[in-house]
């Protein structure tokens, strides 16, 4: 199911590429899917889907939906939902996420803390163990 809710979300359509010949810098938001090519400094903020190609170098913050990271990635990294860190990555950054992949090859540096899912549930069998004694 997974996969599927990541290929619908990139079938909904693009609303922003920032392509490879282009560099951003400030804070950009958006409420859409998000493709970068080129280069992005400061932040970047989407409810949607960003996907960061290869080809992309990214010196900002990013929150997002769900994330595709491919390329150079400097900052820290707050997704929702999925984040899949494809081989060719190299990210440099504090990871939030819901969910991760990490292909063999990437590289990543910093701290990863992952929301919701077996941890939580974890916590709560064990908090409910200890009610009971």
Known sequence: MLFQSEHQK???GVDTIIGPTVSVEGNFKGEGNI???GEVKGSL???GYLKA???SNIMANITAGSAEIAGQLVG????KDNLDIKESA???GDIETGM???AYGAVVNGNLKMKGGA???TGEAVAEEGGKN
């Open 100 to 102: 991760i992949t990490v």
């Open 45 to 47: 903020k989407t409810k």
């Open 35 to 37: 493709i970068v090519e």
């Open 90 to 92: 190299v990210v440099q």
């Open 53 to 55: 190609t290869e080809s």
């Open 76 to 79: 820290n990294v707050k997704i």
């Open 10 to 12: 990139s079938a909904e």
């Open 119 to 121: 941890q939580e549930k």
